[in-house]
């Protein structure tokens, strides 16, 4: 390995750290619910940090274990594996270092539960999504995408050391959300994805039917999105949150039926990003402005 030439910016692409933002935050989010007030401030910091490398880790894995299909995509061909930045041996090093220690952290400073589901989130994405689901069925995205649900069940594991059905609410909103999330981008990029012989929705059905797919998610997760209300779990905040943004995301994807350009599917894309932020915000926003009336 010549250390000389290796940049700690290449590993960090590694990580792709818009994504692992994107879990860490539902599971601080997990954690900031699972009790009235703060959460005790060392399952905090470490459950976020074990959390966050643990994501990071499953994230080089997948570059280590995508790199030929990588080069083919106009997408990734720019990833440091592809473009010869770094070898096989420097990232699967890069991705145990990150993966022990996000292990070593949970144990010792969290709960063996957290670090246990932590684990099997891990070896769901990294491996059984990547692996094999991803290259074996146009349902990929939606079998593969549990592991991408389960931060803010990791995150309320670390504060209580249980799996609570609000936590699993939580996970089940992601994971309804995952679907037309991805189908947006896959039927943008479809091309690289057929380019790669990878089997997306766009590729083994047509565009025409995943856009259809896309709307019955997004209803779908529009009546998913109302639960935590009836659930008594979140108040009118909450509520009223989750009613216009569902609405904003109907609309998005009612027009991605007849979009009024290809463009428009990446639209739909970074809405769905913007839409899960914003929703799991407003939980928090309830949680707190609705404590005081608890405390009363």
């Not at 080069?71 to 699967?92: D, E, F, I, K, Y």
């Not at 890069?94 to 952290?105: D, E, Q």
């Not at 790669?196 to 059905?205: C, K, N, R, S």
Request: charged share 10%.
């Amino acid at each position: 390995m010549d250390v000389q030439n290796l940049k700690p910016g290449q590993f960090f692409a590694l990580t792709k750290p818009k994504v692992v933002a994107l879990i860490v935050f539902t599971a601080i989010v997990g954690m900031l619910l699972a009790v009235p007030g703060l959460p005790p401030w060392p399952a905090l910091v470490w459950g976020s940090l074990g959390i966050w490398l643990a994501a990071a880790s499953a994230a080089a894995i997948n570059h280590l274990l995508d790199q030929r299909i990588d080069a083919l995509m106009a997408r990734t061909q720019h990833r440091p594996l592809p473009t010869g930045q770094l070898n096989t041996r420097q990232v699967l090093l890069f991705a145990v270092v990150l993966g022990a220690l996000s292990m070593l952290i949970l144990v010792a400073f969290v709960n063996v539960l957290t670090a246990v589901l932590t684990f099997f989130s891990l070896i769901g994405y990294a491996v059984i999504y990547t692996v094999y689901l991803k290259r074996a069925t146009p349902q990929n995205i939606v079998i593969g995408g549990a592991a991408g649900a389960a931060p803010p069940v990791l995150g309320w594991a670390a504060v209580t050391n249980e799996v609570h059905a609000y936590a699993l609410l939580l996970f089940l909103i992601i994971f309804i959300w995952t679907p037309p999330h991805f189908w947006a981008l896959a039927i943008y990029r479809r091309e690289d994805y057929a380019r790669a012989a990878v089997p997306m929705l766009p590729i083994t059905h047509g565009v025409e039917y995943t856009r259809a797919h896309v709307l019955y998610y997004t209803i779908l997760l529009f009546l998913i999105t109302l639960m935590p209300w009836f659930a008594g779990m979140s108040g009118l905040i909450y509520l009223g949150g989750a009613i216009v943004l569902g609405l904003g995301f109907l609309y998005y994807a009612i027009r991605l039926l007849k979009p009024p350009s290809e463009l428009f599917a990446m639209e739909v894309f970074r809405y769905s990003i913007i839409y899960l932020m914003v929703l799991f915000a407003f939980l928090l926003v309830d949680h707190y402005l609705a404590l005081p009336r608890q405390l009363a």
